[in-house]
Every structure is written in C-alpha cells, then in structure tokens.
C-alpha cells in the first residue's frame, strides 16, 4: 500500500491531503469513491499518475 | 519485507490535529447557539403578542445572519465524505419530516391523534438526522 510504504498513517495521510482520517480509511477499504479533485491530489502527493493509484474495479457503483 | 516505522507526528497528523480543532470551535459554538435558541424556546412562553415585536425583529435577523454562517464555516471545514455524508442525512431528515408530518396531519384529521405539533416535528426530525449523521460516520 502506498501510504503503508511511506510509513503515513491513515491521520498523517489525511492530513497531508486536508480530509478526516474516517475518509482515508473510507477510500482505502473502498467504501467511498473519492471526487476526482481529491483523486488529482492523491495522486499528486504520491508523485504517480492517477490510474496508477485507482483502478476500475468494473462495478458501476 | 522492508518495514517503514510509522509516523507519528508528521505535517498531516499536525495539520490534521488544527483542523479538528477548528471543527471543535465550530461546533461548541453552534451548539451553544442551538442551546441558547433551545432554552428560549423551552422557558419563553410561544403564540402572538408574547415576544416584543422588536425583539421578534432582531432575533429572526440574528438567526438569518448567524445560521447560514455556521452552516458555511461548518461546511468549508468538512471534507467532501463528511459533507457527503451530512446530504445523506440531512435527506433522511427532510423525508422524515414531510412523512411524519403529513402522516400525523391525516391522523388528525380523521381525529385519530392530537393537531400537529410543528416544534415536536422539527426537533424530533433533526434528533433523526443527527443520528443518521453518526450512524454513517460509526460505519464509515
């Protein structure tokens, strides 16, 4: 896991991209589906493209 | 497998840490807003002629200035799950509120129940959305 592998926590994590630590762990066990301008910056802040961090897991929801 | 020793105090949970406390300002005060409403509400006697007409006034502009502000600042400190989540709730209530309502209307009409009581609906729909709110911030 990206996060895991920079030794953030899912606060530290949250913080670094101004949401909740509830909604870092909403998005990892993929609960919530980040808005794409938190998506852009997810990213941003691992220096990775976008579909590098997401993937489709082909459910419409 | 390479372990990466967590950290503990870094610029997010710092950051994180200001945002909660600036969450928290908002809320005490808007609860104390609420609380304040509540207890004039509760200890003031309700119906025509029992407020002075000025003060009717001024309390109804002070409730149209303050509440969209606590309601903005509250919003702008949200994050978008908690704001998502907040929507999710504030629908139930609204549901909650035109269907008791209505449905406590019919009933007292057929002269089943009592005459609906607005302050009643209002306070026990926004207990309702309160608790939608938690429920769906404890599941996540």
């Known amino acids: 896991m990206l996060r895991a592998e920079r030794g953030w926590s899912q606060l530290e994590l949250g913080g670094r991209l101004g949401v909740s630590r509830q909604a870092v762990n909403a998005i990892e066990t993929g609960k919530h589906d980040p808005s794409l301008t938190l998506a852009f910056r997810i990213a941003r802040l691992f220096k990775l493209g976008i579909e590098e961090v997401f993937d489709d897991d082909g459910s419409d929801d | ?47 025509p002629g029992h407020l002075q007409p000025g003060y009717a006034v001024a309390a109804v502009i002070a409730m149209a200035v303050v509440l969209p502000l606590a309601i903005y600042f509250n919003n702008q400190a949200k994050d978008e799950l908690a704001r998502l989540n907040a929507l999710r709730a504030n629908s139930f209530g609204l549901y909650a509120f035109l269907l008791g309502g209505w449905s406590w209307l019919v009933l007292s009409n057929g002269g089943l129940v009592p005459q609906p009581n607005v302050l009643f609906l209002i ?18």
């Open chain 2, 1 to 47: 497998m390479m372990t990466v020793p967590m950290i503990e105090d870094g610029e997010g949970v710092r950051a994180a840490r200001a945002r909660t406390q600036r969450r928290c300002r908002i809320a005490v005060l808007s609860l104390l807003g609420a609380l304040a409403v509540s207890v004039v509400m509760i200890l003031g006697k309700t119906g």
């Open chain 2, 123 to 140: 306070l026990a729909t926004s207990m309702l959305t309160l608790g939608r709110y938690a429920m769906l911030r404890i599941r996540g």
